[in-house]
């Protein structure tokens, strides 16, 4: 039972079910700035989710972590997608899904196959472990998920985004964080696959005057 947990531990899968939330909102969102601002928001619960593992743990190198997710992925990252859809003038354009209901119905099902396949950890891991891990595994799942079924270049960026939080959230959450340095190249990583994604758009729409990447597959078939 949730309520028999000490309060860190409840606070932990609390923090774990909005994300797992925040990643159904982005597949159910049919605006590009509507996307924008619940990854902000996914992304702040996943830098509270590191701080509040190093007030229990002492992990003090996570408090570095938190701050830095918060940096990038709270502020600088949403700032950055913000301006791009503004300057490539697609923040009203409608950025809808084939068949909704069908994908929030797969996403339910990949929730139900994540927490299958960690059910060989209940004889190795406490409970909290085993949810937090099937609840990062379902997130990373649910993202890539939103890069298949969406067709806006944007979209399955902020699709790539959702994933790695769901594996940034798993090794935080299970194992109390990565090496410094590593969670240093990741957050690099991050950051210029941002800056790159931004150049992307750009080429993208100058040449095919869209950021619907399906264009591109109907391109290549016309080539050939």
């Known amino acids: ?11 932990i899968l609390t923090l774990a079910a909005m994300i797992l939330f925040t990643s ?3 597949l159910a969102q049919q605006r590009v700035l509507a996307m924008i601002h619940v990854f902000a928001w996914q992304g702040l619960l996943v830098a509270a989710t590191t701080a509040l593992v190093a007030y229990d743990s002492g992990a003090h190198h996570l408090y570095f972590s938190a701050a830095l997710t918060l940096a990038l992925k709270v502020l600088l990252i949403p700032w950055l997608l913000h301006r791009l859809v503004h300057r490539l003038g697609i923040h009203r354009q409608p950025h809808t899904v084939a068949h909704p209901a069908v994908v929030l119905m797969a996403a339910a099902a990949l929730v139900i196959f994540a927490y299958y396949v ?3 950890i209940h004889q190795l891991a406490e409970s909290i472990t085993r949810n937090t891990i ?3 595994m379902a997130v990373v799942l649910l993202g890539m998920l939103m890069l298949i079924t969406r067709n806006k270049a944007v979209s399955q960026v902020i699709g790539f985004m959702s994933l790695e939080n769901g594996l940034f959230f798993a090794a935080v959450a299970a194992t109390h964080g990565m090496p410094m340095v590593v969670e240093l190249g990741v957050a ?3 950051l210029v696959a941002a800056v790159i ?10 040449s ?4 619907d990447v ?4 109907r391109l290549a078939e016309r080539d050939q």
């Open 1 to 11: 039972m949730l309520t028999q947990l000490p309060l860190y531990q409840q606070a």
């Open 24 to 26: 159904f909102a982005l």
């Open 118 to 120: 960690t059910l060989p």
């Open 134 to 136: 099937a609840i990062s």
């Open 188 to 190: 690099f990583d991050v």
């Open 197 to 206: 994604f931004g150049v992307f758009f750009f080429h993208i729409r100058d």
């Open 208 to 211: 095919i005057d869209s950021l």
């Open 214 to 217: 399906g264009r591109l597959s």
